[in-house]
């Protein structure tokens, strides 16, 4: 089988045992880095085990991240374990931050509590990438999220709390409501954002709360008013209304909770009492 790979405008065709010797044993950590990605744009599963043998032993970090992508474009689960390994121990920030993109695409529920570990990892770009992985891994993360949120580190608090509202799980709705009341306010932006993307009206009166605790940071208020616009629950009207009248002009605030009146408004209106019921449109 022959290869063609374009590097830029030059072409080049190179044999998979050109590339594997490439790989393994070329002194340039250039050709063996492009080997690496080229071995794992082609797709042969037989690249498997001569790229986990690199992950695990070459000396240089740009071939064991191109080793890492590599592994994840295959999606043989034979990587899994050697990429959990550099996800925990790689001392080379790009390695583990790939390979916790590559755990992500590779899934199962073996991945899931090193990706959790990793959300306290000395490097935001690595929490925020196992972030992004748990959440394409889907609801088998969902629990291990939950448990996180009572971590002692803000960054995995609030990369949780995030998660979880992309996930869409309902059953973490209660356990997010309690993050309404996290001592740090970035937690706090996440928990009314996730509440609204969680789409369960049983969190309306915990945002409403938010919404009136004039103590409260704006940009949280404001979330929480966004979150019951997303909701559409008319128990939020009068709030809202409140909130509306009481201020001297608009600010971000008051006009996110104008916008999110008037989204419950649109869709209760043949609830709300005085409301002009819509003219219905004639066929002829």
């Known amino acids: 089988m022959t290869i063609s790979v374009n590097k830029r405008k030059k072409q080049a065709s190179k044999t998979f045992d050109e590339l594997l ?10 050709v063996r880095y492009n080997a690496a990605r080229v071995l794992g744009e082609i797709g042969d599963l037989r690249a498997v085990e001569p790229l986990i043998d690199v992950l695990k032993n070459d000396k240089n970090g740009s071939v064991r991240l191109y ?14 374990r050697p990429l959990i390994d550099s996800l925990r121990e790689d001392r080379n920030v790009d390695v583990r931050v790939r390979a916790a993109r590559a755990l992500g695409r590779l899934g199962g529920t073996e991945v899931v509590e090193p990706l959790v570990e990793a959300l306290s990892d ?3 770009q690595v929490c925020i990438t196992s972030t992004d992985a748990l959440i394409e891994i889907g609801d088998v993360a969902v629990d291990a999220l939950i448990e996180s949120l009572d971590h002692e580190k803000v960054n995995v608090r609030c990369d949780a709390t995030r998660a979880l509202g992309e996930l869409g799980d309902k059953k973490a709705v209660d ?3 309690k993050m309404l009341n996290d001592e740090w306010v970035n937690v706090r932006i996440y928990a009314v954002t996730s509440l609204g993307k969680l789409g369960d009206k ?11 605790r004039t103590s409260e940071n704006e940009l949280v208020r404001a ?7 997303v909701l559409r629950d008319a128990s939020a009207l009068l709030p809202l209304r409140e909130l509306i009248m009481k201020a001297e002009e608009l600010g971000e605030l008051e006009d996110t ?18 409301a002009t019921p819509k003219k219905q449109t004639q066929t002829v």
């Not at 979330?223 to 616009?229: D, F, I, Q, V």
Request: net charge positive.
């Open 21 to 30: 010797t490439e790989l393994k044993g070329s002194n340039s950590e250039k």
């Open 67 to 80: 080793a890492a992508r590599a592994l994840g474009e295959l999606g043989d689960t034979r990587a899994t």
């Open 122 to 124: 000395e490097n935001s």
């Open 175 to 177: 356990a997010v409501v």
């Open 202 to 212: 049983k969190a309306v009166p915990a945002l409403i709360e938010v919404l009136q």
């Open 223 to 229: 979330g929480s008013a966004a979150a019951l616009g």
């Open 257 to 274: 909770a104008l916008k999110a009146f008037k989204k419950i408004m649109a869709a209760n209106w043949q609830n709300v009492p005085g």
